[in-house]
């Protein structure tokens, strides 16, 4: 590079740094086949530092190495198991020098480097002491302070400091240990720059790198390009020559030497021990290995802390949220509680500020936004958190409005406590800049060198200022995972003590409902969706038709089962549990009876049993009685004298049953579900004419609904005909449904059944569009077309007299207006048997004399 072209830092990100072309002079470099047999390239001191008389280049390995050596240099390699690990041959002699011999094959080459060998000991005896210096120690910062300490001891580099790289790549040196007289740059940040990329990942593939002589000379290596064109790849090799840039980087701070080991956590470089000597210095390989293993148990060590303090931070969470649970019971204000509870929320993450917005009230600690400025950014928040913990460092990039008050807050992380996100716990962080704790001078500057003084130290960290302008510390990974279980256990705290004070019942009682139904909505929407999709074709032992019969019929068995429980207390009636788990089950001429009293069960047994069912029914129609067609199952139950509720399962004309060579996790969750959630007692017997279960569940898990028994239930198909008044009718319909899948399912639905004038539309100015230019006989409504409702459209179809039904995922619990409130709603996700019932009562509804006819 020519000293008059210009120079930044992005030309450390375009130089080719694994190929230089040359080594360091503290030792030398000879590249062979990889037979090891001809010396293919060499260093231009090879000869010197070898002794020998010829240039090495072109020469027989053997005639230059010795048998002896060319023989455990070819051992060596055979164990190495990779280039980034070459096999190290220590104290070994060659000619009449004792060398340290580092090998390994790269690409097309073996690359031999040898290196005078000082008598120092050996390095597994020195790496055993210091790793034994820090394996007892428990604290993260204390690990990191002790490292430093015990590399420089080890060592003698005059500064050891260790590097740690934030999320946006910049580095902070967050441990130091330093000769007296020199500065320190303890907490100094450097931007991502400094560590051109393709440096970094040199760092993972090598994980020790020593420059002995900052000023040095560049040992070329020759020739340049092998016969086919291609340059000498030292990626793996420890001599390997060092960018010019960085040596002038490091000869603006005055450094002579230098060495860096890499803290590799899961993969990924998170920092580096980087040593600087004043003088020059070559490390020699015996420490290096040292420093090596010493590196990777000090990352493993890092890790494992790292984790801990991730678990104790989040135990820590725990126990303040249980804190305030606890304050909260006896309190009747839990908005108040929440303001003087600001204190003790603010140690949850480290922040510069708290504050909280509950129930249009704001309070605030510490360094906050101005009070004026705190709706916006709430109604910032609400529209893109929804409902979940946001965060950002950088929050006037979010919100141009709050670089206007940037000297007080440049990050935030809001915690919603309401589904509607109008209470909010939030954290601020000033600007990152300004939280820094200097070690050193700021104002110090150093020599500047040829390639430009904004390559020191100091310039780069101006550089890093630069950077992080109007930004704060970034919200790590673990701090949102404590905000995620603080907003769920506040919002858990504030739902339960409004459910407990009496003035708050009826609007704790609608915020629970609303709940319910949003769950429900989704929930079977998706249901909805998945049906739609189940009814492509697929390859089945059964016919088409039964295998889509069988899915849908799942599908919406599942459903009833959801709406027992959105619908009751959170349990719901055995009898009609049963109903909906063993539905998808019927045979054409297979029977299922089902008898016993009107019995509630909570929603731990609700669960329970449901699990328990399904299993058993599964079972039933895979291998026993629901399995042909001459099979039954009877269940029957009955409340005893102790209030258990004793319910008998019975299994006839299927297949013989023999008891099962191994027991599966089916079996597992019939037998002991229940003795183990619910205290009761789980027989089974697999008797030859079928399976036989009894479950017993106690008290205060089931409770008699209503006296006496109802009658028994029988389950058979139906297989009558029944007329089609749609088809004769014809009717045009239209379909308002925001949802294409669900769309398509119900267009195929109807086309079953004969109907030909079907429109589909999926919002509101569509529909209007449609019943102006081509009015329907009938409509199906989806309730909910994305944000917006079909209320619009079912008032113009009744000022026009045009029946119409709801369909919506909600079920009966659907919140309609007062003039829409005798509307009929279909639960999705649809059935055809109710799409077609709800259309025929339409029809009938068209015909004279029904008072809702047209004419």
């Known amino acids: ?39 293919e390239r060499a260093s231009e001191n090879a000869r010197a530092v070898l002794g020998h008389d010829c240039n090495p280049l072109g020469r027989s390995a053997v005639d230059v190495i010795g048998q002896k050596l060319l023989h455990d240099l070819r051992n060596a390699l055979a164990t190495a198991s990779s280039a980034s690990r070459p096999a190290l041959l220590l104290d070994m002699v060659c000619g009449e020098r004792v060398f340290d011999i580092a090998i390994h094959h790269y690409k097309s080459a073996v690359i031999i480097e040898f290196e005078p060998a000082p008598s120092v000991g050996q390095p597994l005896h020195i790496a055993r002491e210091m790793i034994g210096r820090i394996s007892d120690i428990t604290d993260v910062d204390r690990l990191v302070q002790r490292a430093g300490r015990i590399v420089a001891g080890a060592t003698g580099y005059d500064r050891v400091m260790i590097y740690r790289f934030e999320q946006d790549g910049s580095g902070k040196v967050v441990s130091e240990t330093k000769r007296a007289d020199l500065e320190s740059f303890l907490g100094q940040y450097f931007p991502a720059s400094d560590i051109p990329q393709q440096a970094r990942t040199l760092y993972l593939k090598n994980t020790i790198r020593v420059i002995a002589d900052t000023s040095g000379e560049r040992m070329p290596v020759s020739p340049v390009l092998d016969a086919s064109g291609e ?62 293993v010493f590196g990777e148990f000090f990352s493993l060590h890092l890790k494992s802390l790292k984790e801990r303090r991730r678990v104790a931070a989040v135990a820590g969470t725990r126990e303040a949220l249980d804190r305030f649970l606890i304050l909260s019971s006896h309190h009747e204000d839990v908005g108040e509680l929440l303001r003087q509870s600001l204190r003790e929320f603010s140690r949850l993450l480290p922040n510069d500020g708290v504050g909280v917005m509950f129930e249009g009230k704001w309070t605030g600690l510490g360094a906050t936004p101005p009070e004026d400025t705190v709706p916006h950014l709430l109604g910032f928040i609400r529209m893109v958190s929804e409902g979940r913990v946001w965060a950002t460092h950088a929050l006037s990039q979010k919100v141009p409005e709050a670089a206007a008050y940037g000297d007080r807050v440049a990050g935030v992380l809001a915690i919603p406590l309401s589904q509607t996100g109008s209470d909010c716990l939030l954290f601020f962080r000033k600007e990152l800049v300004q939280t820094l704790d200097w070690a050193g001078n700021p104002e110090k500057t150093y020599e500047t060198g040829p390639l430009g003084d904004r390559l020191t130290p100091r310039k780069s960290f101006a550089i890093w200022k630069e950077t992080v302008k109007d930004q704060a510390q970034a919200w790590t990974e673990s701090e949102r995972e404590i905000a995620e279980i603080a907003r769920v256990s506040i919002v858990e705290i504030v739902l339960r003590h409004n459910e407990l004070m009496a003035g708050e019942r009826r609007k704790s009682e609608v915020r629970q409902r609303m709940l319910n139904q949003e769950l429900s909505h989704r929930v079977k929407n998706i249901l909805a969706v998945i049906k739609s999709l189940v009814t492509s074709p697929q390859h089945h032992k059964s016919t088409l038709e039964d295998y889509v019969a069988t899915l849908q019929g799942r599908i919406e068995a599942l459903s009833v089962a959801h709406d027992q429980v959105v619908r009751g207390d959170g349990g719901g009636i055995l009898a009609e549990l049963l109903q909906a788990e063993l539905q998808p089950y019927r045979a054409k001429t297979s029977t299922i009876s089902l008898s016993g009293p009107s019995v509630w069960l909570d929603s731990r047994a609700f669960s329970v049993m449901a699990l328990v069912f399904h299993e058993l029914a599964t079972n039933a129609a895979k291998y026993g009685a629901l399995s042909m067609a001459t099979g039954s199952v009877e269940i029957s139950w009955a409340m005893t004298g102790e209030a258990v509720c004793e319910i008998r399962w019975r299994e006839h004309g299927g297949p013989v049953v023999h008891v099962p060579s191994r027991s599966g996790f089916g079996s597992a969750l019939i037998e002991r579900s229940v003795p183990y959630d619910l205290n009761g007692e789980s027989t089974i017997r697999f008797e030859p004419s079928g399976l036989e279960a009894v479950f017993r569940i106690p008290p205060p898990h089931v409770k008699l609904a209503s006296s006496g028994s109802g009658p028994a239930t029988r389950m058979v198909d139906d297989t009558s005909e029944r007329p089609n008044a749609l088809s004769a009718a014809d009717p045009a319909v239209l379909i308002v449904e925001d949802q294409i899948l669900i769309a398509l399912d119900l267009e195929a639905m109807l086309a079953d059944e004969g109907l030909s004038k079907v429109a589909t539309t999926s919002s509101v100015k569509q529909a209007m569009a449609q019943i102006e230019a081509n009015p329907p006989d009938l409509a199906i409504l989806d309730i909910n077309l994305g944000p917006t409702n079909s209320f619009a459209v079912a008032e113009e179809l009744r000022k026009r007299g045009t029946p119409f039904v709801f369909a919506t995922g909600y079920g009966e619990g659907a919140e309609l207006p007062e003039a829409l409130a005798g509307v009929p709603i279909v639960r999705k996700p649809y059935s055809r048997n109710a799409i077609v019932a709800a259309l025929g009562s339409l029809i009938e509804s068209l015909q004279p004399g029904s008072g809702r006819d047209k004419s």
Do not use: K
């Open 1 to 39: 590079m020519s000293s008059t072209e210009p120079v930044n830092l992005d030309t450390c990100d375009s130089e080719p740094i694994h190929i230089p072309g040359s080594i360091q002079s503290h030792g030398c470099l000879l590249a062979c086949d990889i037979g090891l047999t001809r010396i």
């Open 231 to 292: 340059p000498l790849d030292l990626s793996f090799a420890h001599l390997r020559s060092v960018s010019p840039i960085h040596c002038e980087y490091l000869r603006n701070m005055g450094v002579a030497a230098s060495m860096s080991i890499s803290i590799i956590l899961d993969g990924t470089l998170w920092g580096l021990i980087a040593c600087h000597h004043y003088s020059p210095r070559a490390l020699p390989m015996a420490q290096r290995v040292a420093m090596e």
